[in-house]
C-alpha cells in the first residue's frame, strides 16, 4: 500500500490534520493512513490526570468542522474527560479510520523520492509524512546532584491529590501542571513549590483565547519582518483557572528558589539548610517526541528539528505538527492544532 500521505500520531493534531487531508478530498485510510500508538483515542488526554482542566471555554478548545460540545456540569472549563469523549466522537464523526496499536520506529528515506514509514506492523511507503507525535510519551526531569530515598514521580504519572494524603510534598516547576497539582495536593498535604523564578499568573481574565491570539499576532508579525513586541511570556505563565484562584485565596501559592541537591530525606537548598519530603513531583516539561525521525539526520538545536512552517527545513517531504510555537502558533493546543493543519495542507499542495 503506498498512500500519499502517513500521519504519525492520532491525537487532537492527527485529527486536526486527517480533517483537511479529508476536505482536500483524500480518501481516509487510502490516500491518507493516520498511525497511533495508543490503544484509545484522545491522545495525550486520555493520560491527563482526571482533575486537569482545559485553559478555554469549548468554542475556543475546538478542533476544525466540529465544536467541543458545552460543558455543563459546573461553571469552570472542560475536563480531560470531556475533552477525550470530544476526540473520540470527532474521530468518528470524519470517519478518520485511525490505526490503533502501532508503534512507528522510523522514518528513513525509500527509493523514487518516497519516505518509508516503519512500525511493529509492518512498512509504508509514503510521498509525504505529517509527524504529529506530541510531547505526553518524553517527561523530562532536570538532573540533580544527590539521591532522595522517598517517592519521585512526573506529571505524566500524577493521578489524583489522594494519593498524597498526609505528606510532605516537594512541587518542582513553575507552569500551569505544577500551579495546578500544586492547588489539589496542598489541600491534603503539606506543600513547597520549587521554581526557577518568581511564578507569574496571569490576570484572572486572560485564558486560553487570549494566549492564542497573542501567539497568532507574533508570528504573523514575524513572516511579515515587523518587529518582534514579544508573546504570552510578557503577560505571566500560569492562567487563573478556579481551582489556582481558589488556591490564591487560600494563600499557598508561594514559591521559592530551586534546590541545590538531593538528599536522602529530601532536598538541600543554596542556603545549606535541608527539608525532609515523602514525594517530589516533577512538573518541568516534557520534549518532542522525535525518536522515530532520528535516521533522518534532521535535529538541530536543542533537539528540534528546523521547520519552515511545518516543513523540515531539510527535507520537504516531512512536516511537524503539534509540537510548540516551533512548528505553528500554540500548535500544542486544541484550536491551535485546526489552524496549523489548515496551512499543513496548504503548503502540500493537494488542496
Not at 518516497?114 to 509514503?126: C, P, Q
Not at 510531547?135 to 519521585?152: D, E, I, K, M, N
Not at 505544577?178 to 481574565?205: G, H, K, N
Not at 504570552?232 to 500560569?238: E, F, H, T, W
Request: with cysteine.
Amino acid at each position: 500500500m503506498k498512500p500519499a500521505v502517513m500521519v504519525i500520531g492520532g491525537g487532537q493534531a492527527g485529527l486536526a490534520t486527517g480533517f483537511y487531508l479529508r476536505r482536500a478530498g483524500l480518501v481516509p485510510g487510502e490516500d491518507f493512513v493516520i498511525l497511533d500508538a495508543a490503544d484509545r483515542p484522545g491522545g495525550a488526554w486520555a493520560r491527563m490526570w482526571p482533575t486537569l482542566r482545559t485553559f478555554s471555554p469549548t468554542q475556543y478548545s475546538s478542533l476544525p468542522g466540529w465544536m467541543m460540545p458545552p460543558w455543563t456540569q459546573d461553571s469552570g472549563y472542560p475536563l480531560a474527560a470531556h475533552v477525550v469523549d470530544y476526540l473520540t466522537r470527532y474521530e468518528q464523526r470524519y470517519e478518520l479510520a485511525v490505526r490503533r496499536n502501532v508503534s512507528v520506529r522510523s522514518v528513513t528515506r525509500g527509493d523514487h523520492g518516497l519516505l518509508r514509514v516503519t512500525s511493529d506492523r509492518g512498512e509504508w511507503l509514503a510521498e509525504q509524512v505529517v509527524s504529529a507525535t506530541g510531547t505526553w510519551s518524553r517527561p523530562f526531569v532536570p538532573a540533580y546532584p544527590g539521591t532522595f530515598g522517598g517517592r519521585q514521580l512526573h506529571t505524566a504519572q500524577y493521578r489524583q491529590a489522594s494519593d498524597f494524603t498526609g505528606e510532605r510534598v516537594l512541587i518542582v516547576g513553575g507552569g500551569n501542571s505544577a500551579a495546578q497539582i500544586l492547588a489539589e495536593v496542598s489541600r491534603v498535604a503539606e506543600t513547597t513549590w520549587a521554581t526557577l523564578r518568581p511564578p507569574r499568573f496571569l490576570p484572572d481574565d486572560v485564558d486560553g483565547r487570549a494566549l492564542f491570539e497573542i501567539a497568532t499576532r507574533r508570528h504573523r508579525a514575524r513572516q511579515l519582518g515587523e518587529p518582534d513586541k514579544g508573546g504570552v511570556s510578557g503577560l505571566g505563565d500560569i492562567v487563573m483557572v478556579d481551582s489556582v484562584r481558589e488556591a490564591r485565596d487560600r494563600d499557598v501559592l508561594h514559591a521559592r528558589k530551586p534546590f541545590a541537591q538531593l538528599v536522602e530525606r529530601g532536598v538541600r537548598w543554596d542556603d545549606g539548610s535541608e527539608s525532609s519530603f515523602d514525594t517530589i513531583i516533577w512538573c518541568t516539561g516534557f520534549r518532542p517526541a522525535l525518536g522515530h525521525l532520528t535516521a533522518l539526520g534532521l535535529r538541530g538545536p536543542e533537539g528540534r528539528i528546523p521547520t519552515n512552517g511545518t516543513q523540515a527545513v531539510k527535507e520537504s517531504r516531512l512536516h511537524l505538527i503539534g509540537y510548540g510555537d516551533w512548528t505553528g502558533p500554540a500548535s500544542a493546543t486544541l484550536i491551535g492544532a485546526g489552524r496549523t493543519a489548515r496551512e499543513l495542507i496548504r503548503s502540500l499542495s493537494i488542496e
